[in-house]
């Protein structure tokens, strides 16, 4: 008799879905059929174990994955039972949060903010501060507030609903996250990093709510366990404290998402953590063949973070993986396009099966070209987010409007289409806002017949939203938006436009409406749909029908296959890339190398590398090979393409020592220091992976991260602050001392990036001094 759940798997996998009791560890390498293992198991403890479906949570990082979980479980055990627990970290948090969330006084109809939203917060922020992207960028700005979230206790700071007050002293960064909080605390709007901090903050700081959670969850699977962050391994920690059934399944060594919190380390040593933890190795690939494999396995070895395996397969040998060097960009970008022509004709293969990846977007401009003038057609993965698109936050916004009134919504959407509302009348709205204590529209409500306001327009948007108002508590979600089109005006302002790609996506959102009603065979919550929809991306869009090239970024490649692999920019600076490594030095070397290795494992029949000479404009020198083509042994590939040994040698030397980090260092943890500037300071830590010192001035106060090269920093002694000291760094500290405001200065600006986030500790001290913080990470005992 066959068993739909168990028949097919090998026996690694068989062991991943029958082991269901204690703390799991499944190492899944590339191709190994996790997924297929991850559902199997889940179907396994509901259909074999008769446990409740809805007492299993499975976490995994995209709505994608998600859904085909869901898809092959429903495949296993039918349709008849409750999957809403097999979900996104984020997806989790906001059904928690909608249960939860009054515990800290929060409505339950709290907004999501997504990227967009936030970028047109920043704008607001901006123009109070009279400051523009020569001082800092978005990009800039969103990393710090997320950092600081993530190493602050801004939580329970903002919950004392108290505003921050003007220090003069803080960063600029500093004040721009402080005056972030205040517009999010004043519109009960969350972020995607409040998220999983407000889920953690309630759990932590309700013994009632955390009990009931853990004793309903009674047994939790973790997909892409290494891309977990430190607060989201706490989450599922905390959560599995009490029925002690914790899974966790992934690579080390496709760890590509270091550089936004993820922590390797969490899966990789999850046995120390966890004495009992049964750890079960999934090795065999069914994806790609042998010649890919060795090259994959070969340059992966070079990393330390990782649990050691070597995937293997049964398929046979194949093509072996090829390497071109060409004389110059458009060299490679043409020998690419010919082997694509030559793959077509020889492989009977289709333009849609095969995939050209490149560490960053800007290099798909040469190979866009080429295809261009090749007529091959191709698209371009990872665009704009469908529902970042200006048409569909347009739409969203003004249902946000309608059943929640933010001020968000409001600032995006009262003078479009055009209503003659212009810079007075917000700035009266503004003020009277605040004065009265009211969102945007509520004031406009209360005081249209202020002179400044009384316009025809203004009334016009309050009729506007009344009228919506009254509609939407009688329509269904779809056919209220259709409405929304017509009386808005949005219907004839996207036809004037002229932009057909407009308007079918205006059809394709309420095509997803109506199949959302037609699933959930009932109305749909508009709040709830809301806060769903900031979660998806385009890249939960079906474009697999379409017969084009695809190209898209390594990173976005992640979890998928492909037959033909074409890695572009193969280049030492580009992979690795040359900014990575200067931030973040030995860390960086080896999740560049895990993106190579995730390249490499996306290929199921060829695999190609491809680089050229000329210049490089991110390092500033010429175009060399990538040191990971090094590290691959020559007879593993066929290099096509002239590169010579003058080539080689050169590439070799230009890494240098620089490949080759001391581990000797001028100063160590405890030694007391001279600066020019700041004087005397103590060396807190030697952070040999990034070659600096953080090192603590008495005088300012604070912690400056001081670079192992800069030779002004000397050894403290008695006689040093009375000497003269050498010339150089009397005149040094005279040029500093005396150099203008760096905010005055746009070049300067442009590149202190790494100065703002990485010095800037004022508003970390002040947070670390909360009290409760420190209790709490008390009990994070396996926080690394």
Not at 279 to 292: A, F
Not at 353 to 377: C, G, M, V, W
Not at 763 to 772: I, L, P, Q, S, V
Request: proline share 3%.
């Amino acid at each position: 008799m066959n068993d739909p759940i168990l028949e097919n798997l090998n026996p690694s996998q068989l062991q991943a879905v029958k082991t269901t009791e204690g703390y799991v560890r499944v190492i899944a390498g590339a191709g190994s059929g996790k997924t297929k293992a991850l559902t199997s198991r889940f179907a396994y403890i509901v259909d074999r174990l008769g446990i409740n479906s809805s007492s299993i949570l499975c976490v995994t990082f995209t709505n994608k994955a998600a859904q085909e979980m869901k898809k092959r479980v429903k495949a296993l055990i039918g349709d008849t039972y409750d999957l809403a627990f097999i979900t996104t970290y984020h997806g989790f948090c906001v059904r928690f949060l909608r249960e939860e969330i009054n515990k800290i006084h929060y409505p339950k109809n709290f907004i999501i903010l997504d990227a967009e939203d936030q970028k047109s917060i920043l704008r607001d922020i901006f123009n109070e501060l009279q400051i523009n992207s020569k001082h800092l960028t978005f990009k800039q700005v969103l990393r710090f507030i997320s950092k600081q979230k993530s190493t602050s206790n801004y939580l329970g700071y903002i919950l004392k609903n108290k505003g921050f007050e003007p220090d003069e002293s803080d960063s600029l960064s500093s004040r721009i996250f402080q005056i972030y909080l205040d517009k999010l605390k004043r519109s009960y709007a969350l972020d995607f990093d409040d998220l999983i901090h407000f889920t953690a903050f309630i759990l932590d700081n309700n013994p009632d709510v955390l009990l009931k959670w853990q004793e309903n969850l009674h047994y939790i699977q973790v997909d892409e366990a290494q891309d977990s962050s430190e607060n989201q391994f706490h989450l599922v920690e905390m959560l599995s404290r009490l029925h002690q059934n914790l899974f966790l399944v992934g690579d080390p060594d496709q760890t590509i998402y270091e550089w936004r919190g993820a922590k390797p380390e969490y899966l990789v040593e999850f046995d120390s953590m966890f004495p009992d933890t049964q750890t079960i190795i999934m090795n065999r690939n069914y994806r790609s063949t042998p010649n890919i494999l060795k090259i994959g396995n070969h340059i992966i070895k070079n990393n330390t973070v990782r649990v050691d395996k070597d995937m293997v397969t049964d398929k046979p040998e194949g093509f072996e993986a090829v390497h071109f060097h060409g004389k110059n960009d458009f060299e490679e970008s043409r020998w690419i396009a010919a082997e694509i022509k030559e793959i077509l004709q020889t492989e009977q293969a289709s333009y849609s099966d095969i995939t050209i990846l490149y560490r960053s977007n800007h290099l798909s401009r040469n190979i866009e070209q080429a295809f261009i003038k090749a007529n091959i057609p191709y698209s371009i993965f990872g665009g704009i987010r469908f529902f970042e698109r200006k048409e569909i936050k347009d739409v969203l916004s003004l249902l946000r409007l309608i059943v929640q009134g933010d001020n968000f919504s409001f600032l995006r959407m009262h003078n479009h289409p055009s209503r003659g509302l212009g810079k007075k009348f917000l700035e009266r709205l503004n003020l009277l806002a605040g004065e009265q204590n009211l969102s945007l529209l509520q004031a406009l409500q209360n005081n249209i017949t202020d002179k400044e306001l009384a316009k025809k327009g203004a009334a016009e948007f309050l009729e506007l939203i009344a009228g919506l108002r009254e509609t939407a508590k009688t329509k269904s979600i779809s056919d209220l938006v259709k409405i929304i089109l017509d009386k808005s005006g949005l219907s004839e302002l996207y036809r004037k436009d002229g932009d057909e790609d407009r308007l079918e996506n205006i059809k394709e959102l309420v095509n997803s409406m109506l199949l959302l009603e037609k699933e959930n065979n009932a109305p749909v919550n508009i709040i709830e749909y809301l806060q769903e929809v900031s979660l998806y991306t385009d890249l939960d869009a079906d474009t697999e029908n379409q017969d084009k090239v695809k190209l898209m970024t390594i990173h976005i490649s992640k979890g998928l296959e492909f037959p033909y692999v074409f890695l572009c920019g193969f280049t030492e600076g580009v992979l690795p890339s040359a900014l990575s490594v200067k931030e973040r030095r030995a860390r960086a070397i080896e999740e560049e190398r895990r993106l190579m290795y995730v390249a490499v494992t996306r290929a199921e029949k060829r695999f190609y590398m491809t680089d050229s000479e000329g210049f490089n404009f991110t390092t500033g020198l010429n175009k060399y090979p990538s040191r990971f083509l090094f590290e691959i042994k020559e007879e593993f590939y066929v290099r096509k393409g002239v590169l010579s040994q003058q080539i080689i040698a050169d590439s070799k030397n230009s890494l240098g020592a620089a490949s080759q980090p001391s581990q000797n260092t001028a100063f160590r943890e405890g030694d007391i220091v001279m600066h020019p500037v700041w004087n005397k300071g103590k060396i807190q830590t030697v952070n040999l992976e990034k070659k600096e010192y953080l090192v603590d001035f008495f005088d300012i106060g604070k912690i400056k991260p001081i670079d192992f090269g800069f030779r002004h920093l000397t050894a403290f002694s008695e006689d040093s602050m009375d000497s003269e000291g050498p010339e150089e760094i009397l005149e040094l500290a005279e040029h500093l001392k005396t150099a203008p405001d760096p905010f005055g200065q746009d070049s300067a600006l442009e590149n202190q990036d790494h100065q703002e986030f990485s010095s800037d500790t004022t508003f970390d001290a002040e947070m670390h001094e909360n009290t409760e913080k420190d209790k709490k990470d008390a009990k994070k005992w396996w926080k690394l």
